[in-house]
């Protein structure tokens, strides 16, 4: 099947207006019999279920958690991006728009991050109106902050839990349709695979995972929103039970999968502390506004440090290597996330790490405490304030600004980031990666619609901070409700569609066998234990940087694991109760999966760009020497797989992608 | 450091409960107590038992999710944070630790440790929420400016995450610090004030219904709540809803 994106005609900043003004739309007296199920409900499916339901149509949502409000986009702490330009510093709908292609290595389509720089604007007014928390400054205007990437201060904050309160903006309103009857909200319910009638997405399995009932549910659209496949390398900052499970069950009833080794490593996370460890915190991007990262910049001071020999604050100022700053004077410590977490890993495997495993680089606020000391000292008429008083009135303000990350970060460690400064290293964060969708958030099976981080589609090879969430509402609140409309309005004399149907019997067969040979293969090892095995291969060999060689042994060591796997998985407990380990190994079998062709992907795709970064593809000389080189002439489309069973042998299909409003160029941050 | 666990496990909600004691060995400090969790667990798989069920999702003391009473004290023997974020650093060697679920009326046991907390969800649908469609076509989000005292407070409120921890802790089982933060951050806002009459009286209606106990002032709930939600927001609801009572 060839790759249609469905891009609508004409010039770029009118397609999407052009497009509302043509599409077919659905009375409201007919939404009532038009049935639309909803799996995940973070910001994307939140949002776009609220809105749904809003709009008339009947949604059924379904979340693993306990609420819709415990889905991960809650974690989200530094902000979302808009382009209202309140501080009149350039920023305007085009920038975002470039910034945001720029910022994903040119990897993306033009169409849809054009849309939704149109639509960033309006998701603050909504938000506002929904009575969200957003900071603000002494006039009572909403405040702003900075991201990595870019050169407007357009980001959108309520304090360090941004996400946390977009998603009960949008919980709330799907509170209101829940009480209205509009939603029908599936809590604790896992989405186990979807059913197709005459090749449209007519319906879904699920598990309810109190009681191990296997349920049919039915509806005239499918919409995926569950979130990244991160968890693929058993640690990141995902929470414990993202999955990438929804997605992958519909790559294998024909959704193509886009651009699996697109994956974000975040430079600002907590380093691992041990084996043990179950998962890796993020502190936030933000926190680069004011903290400046450095390592050592003689080795006799790392080492010292790695021994504990030293504190960091016993390093004298010009003994500092401010690597970021050094690199790239324009950007300095607000580079984009796949620049930074590069850079951070080139100095410790230099061997100039800052803890005992040698992978970890400061992240220091003490500049920052003393600027704004200074500036509050005089803002409070302080005359010839003491180092004491600077400290105090500095350090208040930073905690008013990261007081929670600092908590949290304290809690952690057990060190006082005030006092000393915090040691992070990279971790895996969000894909960039997912499934396939055209421009009406349509997969390449009729009536399947994915949203927010669990599609591929407008971040390209690397996101740019802060725009996760915008991404995610902007599908959900703005997008998606159109789009599917022009879909649905040929459903309203379908009526509704029956689930005691071949299609569901076949479906529901299909997962009964996968639980019931978990449950009787009573193997020797438990399912973390191959979740493990099969994170540090994707680590090790598909992480931050990646050779051929590798590669391609990590494929083939991948398909052994998932093969010892099905022999030798141990999952306790029966089909019908609450049964945790059996939810996992579901998830597990399917990153064990997924993980195979995120490496096939990797292989094929012979450049650096962006998050992808390949050893063999880097400049060699002149003023970028050493950077990551990308390579358009071949390499300029997304790769949208299609499912053949072995994830080897996976067929590649290509969409071609054109640049005609922005001008390739290398994205330089010197 | 090597530990003795005595832990409340219940086949379903309908099994009679009884605590269970572990032991597990060579625990980091280092290791969160979920991780601490997850040793036992996996040792119970290995040897072919049944591992202990617990609530547990982003393990970063945000999304709510994580519920264990431990010790005698909601999310165990530390400030400010929930049970993701113990560390093991706050016990010591030859320690024995209890861990129940959170007990209250309203939130029924599922399994082992993991509870019900719908009734914060029921709550949360009779008005917590301003009714405004998602349409987009509201004002622009600047031409209402909120003082920052108010939008801070507002965000203090709204910084809860729903745990239940508040209603664990209190002798009562009251919700009304959940409910008092929900209230209080619409109430706060010039957004919230069209509704603010119906949401409280719907609110706490819920509340009762649900079979809450009532506030008797005591404050435990404050002291146990991991994101340090004042009383206050108590005090605010009770106001908010006498004004709607009496007009």
């Known amino acids: ?670 | 450091m090597n530990l003795t666990l005595k832990i409340w496990r219940q086949k379903d909600s309908n099994a009679k409960g009884q605590m269970v004691d572990y032991k597990v060995t060579d625990i980091s400090e280092h290791m969160s107590f979920l991780e601490m969790m997850d040793v036992l667990n996996e040792q119970l798989v290995n040897s072919g038992e049944d591992p202990v069920a617990f609530d547990h999702d982003c393990r970063e003391g945000i999304c709510g999710m994580c519920s264990m009473y431990i010790n005698g004290e909601a999310h165990g023997p530390d400030r400010g944070i929930t049970t993701c974020q113990l560390h093991m650093r706050m016990f010591n060697d030859g320690d024995t630790i209890t861990i129940e679920p959170f007990r209250a009326a309203a939130f029924p046991v599922i399994k082992d440790l993991v509870v019900d907390r719908m009734a914060f969800e029921r709550i949360q649908q009779a008005g917590g929420y301003i009714s405004v469609n998602t349409s987009g076509n509201t004002q622009d989000a600047n031409s209402l400016p909120i003082s920052k005292h108010a939008a801070d407070e507002a965000m203090d409120a709204a910084t809860c995450i729903g745990c239940g921890a508040c209603v664990a802790t209190c002798k009562n089982s009251s919700a009304m610090l959940f409910v008092g933060a929900k209230v209080s951050q619409y109430a706060l806002l010039p957004q919230g004030q069209v509704e603010a009459a119906d949401r409280v009286k719907n609110m706490v209606a819920q509340m009762d219904l649900e079979g809450f106990g009532n506030c008797t002032n005591t404050g435990a709930c404050e002291i146990e709540c991991p994101k340090g939600i004042s009383l206050d927001n108590i005090a605010r609801m009770n106001r908010e809803l006498m004004k709607a009572n009496i007009s």
């Open chain 1, 1 to 670: 099947m060839a790759l249609d994106s469905k891009v609508p005609k004409g010039p770029i900043k009118d397609k999407w207006t052009d497009y509302k003004n043509h599409i077919d739309l659905v009375n409201p007296a007919n939404k009532r019999h038009i049935d639309v199920i909803v799996v995940g409900t973070g910001l994307a499916g939140g949002s776009a279920a609220a809105t749904l339901a809003e709009l008339g149509y009947n949604v059924k949502a379904f979340a693993y958690q306990d609420s819709p409000r415990r889905a991960h986009s809650i974690a989200a702490q530094g902000g979302i991006n808009a382009a209202k330009n309140y501080q009149g510093d350039g920023d305007s709908t085009y920038r975002l728009f470039y910034d945001t292609v720029k910022g994903g290595d040119y990897r993306s389509r033009e169409a849809n991050v054009h849309r939704l720089a149109e639509v960033s604007a309006n998701i603050i007014d909504q938000c506002v109106a929904q009575g969200v928390p957003f900071a603000r400054d002494y006039g009572g205007l909403l405040d702003n902050r900075s991201f990595g990437g870019v050169l407007v201060s357009r980001t959108f904050y309520a304090k360090g839990q941004t996400g946390q309160q977009l998603l009960l903006g949008a919980y709330s309103a799907m509170n209101r349709q829940i009480a209205r009857g509009k939603i029908e909200m599936f809590n604790r319910h896992e989405m186990l695979d979807v059913v197709k009638v005459d090749g449209k997405a007519r319906g879904i399995i699920a598990r309810n995972l109190i009681t191990g009932e296997i349920e049919r549910h039915s509806a005239h659209a499918v919409v995926i929103a569950s979130g990244g496949y991160g968890n693929v390398y058993f640690l990141s900052t995902n929470a414990m039970g993202s999955n990438a499970t929804a997605a992958w069950k519909i790559h294998k009833k024909g959704a193509y999968f886009a651009n699996p080794c697109f994956t974000q490593i975040h430079p600002t996370c907590i380093p691992r502390s041990g084996d043990y460890q179950s998962k890796l915190t993020l502190m936030s991007e933000s926190l680069r506004n004011d903290g400046r990262i450095w390592v050592p910049a003689n080795m006799e001071d790392a080492k010292a440090i790695q021994e504990r020999k030293l504190k960091p604050t016993e390093i004298a100022e010009e003994d500092r290597d401010y690597f970021l700053e050094r690199r790239y004077p324009a950007f300095g410590n607000l580079v984009p996330r796949d620049v930074a977490s590069r850079a951070a890993k080139e100095r410790c495997d230099a061997g100039f790490g800052v803890n005992a495993t040698g992978e970890a680089v400061f992240l220091d606020f003490a500049s920052a405490i003393e600027r704004y000391g200074k500036t509050q000292a005089k803002v409070q008429n302080i005359n010839n304030p003491s180092a004491e008083k600077i400290y105090e009135l500095g350090q208040a303000i930073v905690e008013e600004k990261y007081g929670n990350l600092f908590q949290m970060y304290e809690k952690i460690v057990d060190e006082n980031p005030y006092e000393t400064p915090m040691m992070i290293y990279p971790a895996t964060h969000y894909t960039m990666g997912g499934v396939w969708v055209d421009y009406n958030l349509m997969t390449t099976v009729e009536g399947l619609y994915c949203i927010g981080e669990a599609n591929f589609s407008d971040h390209g090879a690397n996101r740019l901070g802060a725009s996760a969430l915008m991404q995610g509402l902007a599908d959900g609140y703005f997008v998606l409700p159109y789009t599917i409309g022009d879909y649905l309005s040929d459903d309203i004399r379908t009526g509704k569609i029956p689930t005691d149907t071949k299609e569901f019997d076949e479906a529901e067969k299909e997962v009964k066998e996968r639980i019931e040979f978990f449950i009787n293969n009573k193997g020797t090892k438990s399912v973390d234990h191959f979740h493990k095995r099969l994170g540090k291969v994707m680590w090790d060999k598909v992480g931050m940087a990646r050779n051929e060689k590798g590669l391609k042994e990590a494929m083939a060591e991948i398909k052994a694991i998932r093969e010892e796997f099905w022999k030798e998985v141990n999952v306790p407990g029966s089909a019908n109760e609450m049964n945790p380990e059996l939810e996992k190994a579901g998830r597990v079998a399917d990153f064990l999966e997924l993980g195979e062709l995120f490496a096939k992907d990797a292989l094929v795709r012979e450049e650096s760009c962006g998050g992808h970064f390949r050893e063999e593809s880097v400049e060699l000389d002149g003023p970028q020497k050493g950077e990551a080189k990308r390579n358009d002439k071949d390499f300029a489309f997304v790769s949208a797989w299609e499912y053949k069973g072995e994830p080897a042998d996976a067929v590649l299909h290509k969409e071609e992608l054109e640049f005609k409003d922005i001008e390739l160029k290398q994205r330089s941050y010197k």
